[in-house]
């Protein structure tokens, strides 16, 4: 249980992405799967840079011939963070395009509904 909480950072983004996931699963309105989509984004960034951070250390910048590389932290969890978001918000626009789409065709969010109506017109 001790380190469940040292880990805290871990541990808020694990429920993060189990909240995002369940809203994926469970909710039937495209908005609701879209939000739930970016909480497990949000919840996979939260985890990578948690775990690129390391303290004491600090962003790999050589100040004052301090080459050490015990005196830095690794950048590669933070560019994949930042190449995740860039893509994460560009998925974001066209499924939130593609549902504004939908929602001019079928009148509806709801995902049970949309399918009936599609089996209706395929008739």
């Known amino acids: 249980m001790n380190m469940l909480f040292s880990n805290y950072y871990q541990t808020a983004a694990v429920v993060l992405f189990c909240i995002g996931f369940s809203t994926m699963l469970l909710h ?17 960034f939260l985890f990578l840079a948690a775990q690129g951070y390391i303290k004491d250390r600090v962003a790999p910048i050589v100040v004052d011939g301090v080459q050490s590389v015990e005196a830095y ?51």
């Open 28 to 44: 039937k309105n495209l908005l609701k799967k879209i939000i739930g989509m970016d909480m497990m984004d949000a919840g996979v």
């Open 73 to 123: 932290i690794n950048p590669v969890p933070a560019g994949l963070v930042l190449t995740g978001i860039v893509v994460s918000v560009s998925v974001t626009a066209l499924m939130l395009a593609l549902t504004v789409r939908l929602y001019y065709r079928y009148h509806t969010l709801n995902l049970d509904e949309m399918i009936a109506l599609a089996g209706k017109e395929e008739v």
